[in-house]
């Protein structure tokens, strides 16, 4: 029971009836209810963008906004004040609710209510004040803007993906932030000004003579983040598989030896369910997430294990959630979905056979432009030759490819010649320079 609705983008988004219920203020079913109780077609409805649109679904909708700020999530129309499972301190969670809701109240009490997020036990009182009042100004100009606009229309867009990573993962643990990119260096520092104040001292633009992804082995560090074997440092190892169902972890002893089964299975598990952890909140996984330990008999190892693990999850800003030991033997994880995994950000798809992760034509098509600002620096020429699939990803209106190219361009001050290689494999390309005088 859901409608589809237009929200501009040419693919009709998909609003479920739980999250249409918050369209008249409710959040509970109602004894037989259906999605035609809250909205009809042709409706314009004020919804906010859930998930992105990922292996041929459309973007989830939900009329449950949320607006998120470095310390604070507000909650328009929803009164009271939620604090983050993560602030365990009885006397943090006590003074953070009364700040906040003396913040509603300043508010009017009719606007909404807050989440407190984990960053937030660290920040000054006043830090607090300026994150709830920058929240509740911009639901005011979302108010404002859907009075003055006809639907389809964006009332408002999210910071980009790097100004989002600085708000949801930014924190005291931060030792620099590194732009390679003047633009983007000020984006940031706008930013930061005024959401995040701490980071604006860590900003810094690269200088050096290589490039950033290369300075400091990015490249190499995706494409490991993207392998599903996962080396463990004990001589283990994890196989993880993502479906669209949910992510298995596998773990295997590999060449570990503990003296005796039972002790190398349990020096094994103890290194994985740090590593499982880890490689979670890297890989951005969420949903349902069933790890295979290797199995052991000793009741108390398990449980010693399952302590392992969620001491290594508490780690996580997202609070997954283990489940512990099914039936079979498993271990089950639960964690909420926040944004694309990086596997769906990448386009990257999984070969099974291969045991190896494989790159969406658009994720060679940037390594290309990449590799391009490289060699490209203070000549003449470029020639791009790559596979077909580089040459479409580049080309494709639709997609970011256009705006990549024409990026490099401006930045290298020279059009880019595209050549299609028959002989080259897809993903494969090679760059020609033509030197300047």
């Not at 004040?81 to 301190?89: C, D, G, Q």
């Not at 690269?206 to 995706?222: K, N, R, S």
Request: a negative charge; charged letters at 25%.
């Amino acid at each position: 029971d859901a409608a589809f609705v237009n929200f501009g983008t040419g693919r009709d988004g998909f609003l479920a009836l739980p999250e249409a219920r918050h369209l008249d203020g409710s959040t509970n079913s109602g004894p037989g209810d259906s999605i035609g109780d809250y909205l009809n077609e042709g409706d314009a409805v004020l919804v906010q963008v859930q998930r992105d649109p990922v292996e041929g679904k459309g973007s989830k909708l939900t009329a449950n906004i949320n607006l998120a700020g470095a310390d604070l999530v507000f909650r328009p129309l929803q009164p009271g004040v939620s604090i983050f499972r993560r602030i365990e301190n009885t006397g943090d969670r006590e003074r953070l609710t009364a700040l906040v809701e003396s913040l509603v109240a300043e508010a009017g009490g009719e606007e909404g209510g807050f989440i407190v997020r984990t960053a937030a036990r660290d920040v000054l009182d006043e830090a607090l004040k300026a994150d709830a009042a920058r929240l509740i100004g911009r639901w005011r100009d979302i108010r404002h803007a859907r009075v003055n606009s006809r639907a389809p229309a964006l009332l408002y867009a999210e910071p980009g993906p790097g100004c989002r990573a600085l708000r949801d993962f930014g924190g005291p643990w931060i030792k620099k932030i590194i732009a390679d990119d003047g633009q983007a260096l000020a984006e940031a520092r706008s930013f930061c000004e005024t959401e995040a104040p701490a980071l604006t001292s860590l900003l810094e633009l690269h200088t050096g003579p290589e490039m950033l992804f290369e300075a400091y082995g990015v490249e190499e560090q995706i494409d490991a983040a993207l392998s599903p074997v996962v080396a463990l440092g004990g001589g283990g190892s994890l196989i993880i598989s993502q479906t669209p169902a949910l992510t298995a972890i596998d773990v295997n002893t590999g060449g570990a030896d503990g003296g005796s089964r039972q002790r190398t299975a349990g020096a094994v598990n103890l290194d994985a369910a740090t590593e499982v952890a880890r490689q979670i909140r890297l890989r951005n996984i969420s949903g349902l997430i069933v790890v295979d330990f290797v199995s052991v008999r000793d009741e108390s190892l398990k449980r010693e294990i399952l302590k392992a693990l969620r001491e290594a999850c508490a780690a996580d800003s997202l609070a997954p959630q283990v489940i512990g030991y099914t039936r079979m033997g498993l271990v089950e994880i639960t964690r909420p979905r926040h944004g694309l995994s990086l596997r769906d950000h990448l386009g990257v798809a999984w070969d099974g056979g291969a045991l190896a992760a494989v790159k969406s034509p658009l994720t060679h098509a940037l390594a290309a432009l990449r590799a391009v600002v490289k060699q490209g620096k203070g000549v003449a020429q470029v020639t791009l030759r790559a596979s077909s699939v580089v040459i479409e990803s580049l080309g494709d209106a639709s997609g970011p490819g256009p705006v990549a190219l024409k990026e490099t361009e401006d930045r290298l001050g020279l059009a880019i010649t595209l050549l299609l290689d028959l002989d080259l494999a897809a993903g494969e390309y090679d760059i020609d320079i033509g030197k300047g005088r």
